[in-house]
């Protein structure tokens, strides 16, 4: 296991988040529900770069800092963690609300920022796209719309529910909501400073996602002209879990070009 | 102790079946279940029931809000409040109560309330709830503000009351450069504040604090619940310093009189059940979106899913004292026994509940005004 646990505390919030492996720094910023355990994609990751996987402001071992109000707080958040560790040309990865936050961050200030991989980010609306309402949503409904392939949903659904993982799901579960209830996972004045990201973006999304329709994908392609977009076939809102080599496949190809 | 004649006005023309289908009658069963025509008829009916309630004596008639929902069809209960203000003479009037912090702007409730209690001639009573849980998926408001925007707006709407205008307000969520209300309310310092309540401490903690001393309103609840959180508002009272009043505490409670227990039961069986099985039935995540409550309530709810969200015949309402039902005798037995116990000051009694047509409800009604109420109007 070649990840290890830190605290650092930034913004006057106590920070966890796992580091493991070489190379150029790769910043994976989980979605809605948090990043509990070392997944494979990072391990993987972890042969080719030195990966960070932090829990954001609210979520996961991380404090829930009174400050956090909205995603713009948790873009000048990031932004300073990036700065605290000393962080040049970081690769930000970022999942689903993870990918909203890094929008968030490159709109702002790309400086210690290499290029970005949006896996299925929140963030933006597209017309006719009906995003899944995952607040009025029954927890197995949610991780069942998470899978194309239903073997994944039911790995997660036999794992044992114990009180710190119920806890740690609720926490979560508020923060996205502070974050993220209305509007409902996208902010609308993203749009109009998209055009400052000025470092390499891929968007990578599911064919089958039923959380964040693929039709999202193709409205953010339209808003970033320039970046590459990679759909993959058989595949829900979690790509680097359902197809985990040929994501860390681009991702490396991407990144390291 | 004085007698509330209450009214949700639920859609009483339901598919129940289609209700039941949909798992619930909140946010999301379709509208096309709600005919234009019936609901016509059914507004009318329930004012008419309510203004009928000031001819029987009750010493105050409420009004409640309720958002896209079969549940209650008083999505603005100053609609109601108004209609209600202009065709009694002497009942009072309670708004139980404004959702505050649904509302855009916290001054347009400190505006209408203010317009009513001056229509009235002073006969409002102001109650201020945060709205349930499922009217922040209708709404958009975000639940994990929803404390704050209550005590804010709460705040900004008692300052706009008492406070000589013009003045600046600059809260965190609501501001305003110039407060000054037209009309200023005519009750003074300002109309009585009751604030509803399923329990909870913080809302005992603040509706009891000795610069409010709201009266705290128990709604809907088994009976041993009502029992814990009015004696915890007596002794949340106590720490403060001082002694609770009565007129401090009500409980909220559907009724039905018949003319014997068998024949209240049967007539109320029906109607209570789709009330209590289909009318307020909701998933856990529609009932308690995330930071509506605090997350230690949320797990005791989770723990008690089973029994809260299961289906309750009339026999176990009762026995739970969710629903008190019988003779004239048995009811004012029934209340007089919880009184003495409690010594809540006021008694909220909800006549109509989920399908009870107009004729059941007149005679329930008229059996409580006449064989209950004039024996718990005595008590004190």
């Given at each position: 296991m070649p990840f290890a646990d830190h605290s650092i505390e930034v913004d006057g919030c106590r920070t966890h988040y796992r580091r493991g492996g070489k190379g150029p720094p790769l910043v994976f910023l989980h979605g809605a529900s948090g990043a509990p355990v070392v997944l494979p994609f990072m391990e993987k990751l972890a042969q080719r770069f030195d990966v960070l996987v932090p829990d954001a402001p609210g979520y996961g071992q991380s404090d829930e800092p009174e400050w956090l109000e909205n995603i713009h707080d948790v873009a000048y958040f990031y932004l300073d963690f990036l700065n605290r560790l000393e962080l040049e040309r970081a690769v930000i990865v970022g999942s689903s609300m993870g990918g909203w936050m890094a929008l968030e961050m490159a709109v702002r200030n790309t400086s210690r920022i290499g290029s970005l991989v949006l896996v299925s980010p929140a963030g933006i609306a597209a017309p006719r796209a009906e995003p899944a309402d995952i607040f009025l949503l029954s927890p197995e409904d949610t991780i069942r719309r998470l899978f194309h392939e239903q073997r994944y949903a039911e790995e997660r659904l036999a794992a044992p529910v114990t009180p710190e993982a119920i806890d740690l799901a609720l926490k979560n579960r508020h923060t996205t909501a502070r974050l993220a209830w209305e509007p409902r996972f996208h902010d609308p004045m993203l749009p109009k400073w998209l055009h400052r990201i000025d470092v390499p973006v891929a968007i990578v999304w599911g064919a089958q996602d039923?959380?964040?329709?693929?039709?999202?994908?193709?409205?953010?392609?339209?808003?970033?002209?320039?970046?590459?977009?990679?759909?993959?076939?058989?595949?829900?809102?979690?790509?680097?879990?359902?197809k985990a080599d040929e994501f860390c496949d681009l991702v490396v190809r991407f990144a390291c070009r | 102790?004085?007698?509330?004649?209450?009214?949700?006005?639920?859609?009483?023309?339901?598919?129940?079946?289609?209700?039941?289908?949909?798992?619930?009658?909140?946010?999301?069963?379709?509208?096309?279940?709600?005919?234009?025509?019936?609901?016509?008829?059914?507004?009318?009916?329930?004012?008419?029931?309510?203004?009928?309630?000031?001819?029987?004596?009750?010493?105050?008639?409420?009004?409640?809000?309720?958002?896209?929902?079969?549940?209650?069809?008083?999505?603005?209960?100053?609609?109601?409040?108004?209609?209600?203000?202009?065709?009694?003479?002497?009942?009072?009037?309670?708004?139980?109560?404004?959702?505050?912090?649904?509302?855009a702007h916290p001054m347009m409730v400190a505006e209408e309330h203010a317009m009513i209690d001056v229509i009235s001639g002073g006969r409002l009573i102001s109650g201020f709830v945060r709205g349930i849980g499922a009217e922040y998926h209708t709404f958009g408001v975000n639940p994990t503000f929803s404390h704050d925007r209550f005590h804010e707006a709460h705040d900004l709407i008692v300052r706009a009351w008492t406070e000589p205008g013009p003045f600046s307000f600059q809260g965190h969520h609501y501001k305003l450069q110039y407060v000054n209300l037209w009309p200023r309310p005519y009750q003074k310092p300002h109309p009585p504040i009751w604030i509803p309540s399923q329990g909870s401490k913080e809302t005992i903690d603040w509706a009891s604090h000795p610069e409010r001393r709201y009266t705290y309103l128990q709604t809907f609840s088994p009976v041993k619940v009502v029992q814990r959180y009015l004696k915890q508002y007596r002794d949340t009272c106590a720490g403060y310093g001082y002694g609770c009043e009565d007129r401090q505490l009500g409980w909220a409670v559907p009724v039905y009189v018949g003319d014997s227990d068998a024949s209240a039961r049967a007539e109320a069986k029906a109607h209570f059940e789709a009330f209590r099985n289909v009318y307020v039935r909701m998933p856990i995540e529609m009932l308690l979106p995330p930071g509506y409550t605090s997350r230690e309530s949320l797990k005791n709810v989770m723990k008690a899913k089973a029994q809260m969200f299961g289906d309750v015949t009339i026999e176990q309402a009762i026995e739970l004292g969710l629903f008190v039902c019988g003779s004239a005798e048995t009811v004012t037995r029934a209340f007089e026994g919880y009184w003495r116990d409690m010594r809540f000051g006021n008694l909220l009694v909800m006549c109509q509940f989920g399908t009870l047509p107009a004729e059941l409800t007149r005679a329930n009604m008229e059996r409580f005004a006449r064989g209950v109420m004039p024996r718990l109007k005595a008590l004190e």
């Open positions: 039923r959380i964040l329709p693929v039709a999202i994908a193709h409205e953010l392609k339209r808003l970033l002209p320039r970046a590459e977009l990679a759909i993959f076939e058989r595949c829900g809102h979690l790509p680097q879990v359902e | 102790m004085q007698i509330v004649l209450f009214h949700l006005m639920p859609y009483a023309d339901l598919d129940l079946a289609a209700g039941r289908k949909n798992g619930t009658v909140w946010v999301t069963l379709p509208n096309r279940n709600f005919d234009p025509e019936k609901g016509h008829k059914l507004y009318n009916r329930y004012l008419d029931e309510l203004e009928y309630g000031e001819a029987l004596g009750f010493d105050v008639v409420a009004v409640n809000e309720h958002h896209q929902t079969a549940y209650g069809l008083m999505p603005s209960p100053i609609v109601t409040a108004s209609a209600l203000a202009r065709r009694t003479k002497r009942v009072k009037i309670a708004i139980l109560g404004s959702a505050l912090p649904l509302r």
